[in-house]
């Protein structure tokens, strides 16, 4: 398909800066079969069924942007996957200044060498230590980076705080998995007394996921890769939940990938554990997802086209053309929609 048929019009002002505050408070899209109807997040149990599985993704942001030096050049370095303990693929500025066997240093006792420089731009570092140990350096000299469109670009106090999800755990990713941003221990409480069921996998989100889509067509866009786990029990979560009849629903896009990603044809959804690079586009069929419920996405990425997918691109360009109409805030801070996929 050609990628400007994902574009949409979306004033400047409707890309929220700061979360909703509690974050239960933001306003939820029910994009039904049907109507579009305007809640907020807390109206979320009674849009659900007793039984029903949501499925979330609980990895944790990790202080993933540097600074440092090439000899008297200054270089800046976002990570983006994990190719190894002590090795990174990275987005470098400039990476034009790099080449295999050089020295970054990120300090008097930090430092990486330049493994490979990619032809799309990428550069592979090997870091001076590995595992904890890195992660303990990147706390100390590293900053969490912001999707392009927040103006800050580097987290403040607040963002250290409003840029987890009240799941996160397991360090690793470049970007929260925002749709679940939205969720609080009240609303968790209140989906409970509903009979509403939940399983955590782990998609490690990289910064890829803000990359444009440069190419016309999207046979010719290729998505960056993401390293996931998804154990026995949460596979075991979703088989029996769909043997009750009951839905699974996934808190996210990139909850929905990992999940699609170790789905069979017949739907059975198998232990993954790996790296994915599935990209959705419309025609994709669905084998183990039956709702989502995600943020509202920029103009031709490929996060829109996921969306368009699962609900039909027509229905989803007249849902954001509600959204933006009534003022719904956009992206990783903004409100939310809760889809039904397309007849």
Not at 167 to 173: K, W
Not at 184 to 195: I, P, Q, S, V, Y
Not at 242 to 261: C, F, N, Q
Request: aromatic share 8%; net charge neutral.
């Amino acid at each position: 398909m050609r990628v400007d048929e994902f574009d949409f019009e979306l004033p400047a002002d409707r890309i929220a800066q700061r979360p909703a505050s509690p974050r239960d408070s933001a306003r939820l899209l029910h994009v039904g079969r049907a109507e579009l109807a305007d809640k907020i997040v807390r109206d979320l149990p009674e849009l659900l069924e007793h039984g029903d599985l949501l499925v979330f993704n609980d990895t944790k942001v990790i202080p993933a942007r540097l600074v440092g030096t090439r000899g008297e050049a200054k270089i800046s370095v976002t990570l983006h996957q994990a190719l190894s303990p002590d090795s990174w693929l990275v987005f470098a500025k400039p990476a034009k200044r790099l080449k295999p066997g050089d020295q970054v240093m990120f300090g008097p006792d930090f430092s990486a060498e330049v493994l490979e420089r990619r032809p799309e731009g990428d550069v592979v570092l090997r870091f001076d230590r590995r595992d904890a140990a890195l992660l303990n350096a990147l706390h100390a000299r590293g900053a969490m980076p912001l999707p392009p469109y927040i103006r800050r670009g580097v987290a403040d106090e607040r963002d250290k705080a409003d840029y987890q999800t009240l799941f996160a755990r397991n360090e690793g990713a470049v970007a929260a998995p925002t749709a679940a941003l939205h969720f609080t221990t009240t609303l968790m409480e209140a989906l409970e007394r509903r009979g509403v069921r939940w399983a955590m996998l782990t998609l490690h989100v990289g910064a890829g996921t803000f990359l444009p889509v440069k190419a016309d067509d999207t046979r010719d866009h290729v998505m960056h890769a993401e390293t996931g786990i998804l154990d026995a029990s949460v596979a075991t979560a979703i088989a029996e939940t769909r043997r009750a009849g009951k839905r699974v629903v996934a808190i996210g896009t990139t909850s929905l990938r990992l999940i699609e990603s170790a789905a069979a044809e017949d739907g059975t959804v198998l232990p993954f554990t790996g790296a994915t690079s599935l990209f959705i586009t419309p025609g994709y069929r669905f084998k183990a997802v039956d709702m989502l419920l995600t943020n509202f996405h920029l103009p031709r990425s490929t996060l829109f086209m996921l969306v368009s997918a699962f609900a039909g691109l027509e229905r989803m360009k007249a849902a954001y053309a509600h959204a933006v109409a009534a003022g719904y805030r956009f992206y990783s801070y903004g409100d939310c929609c809760l889809l039904e996929p397309k007849a």
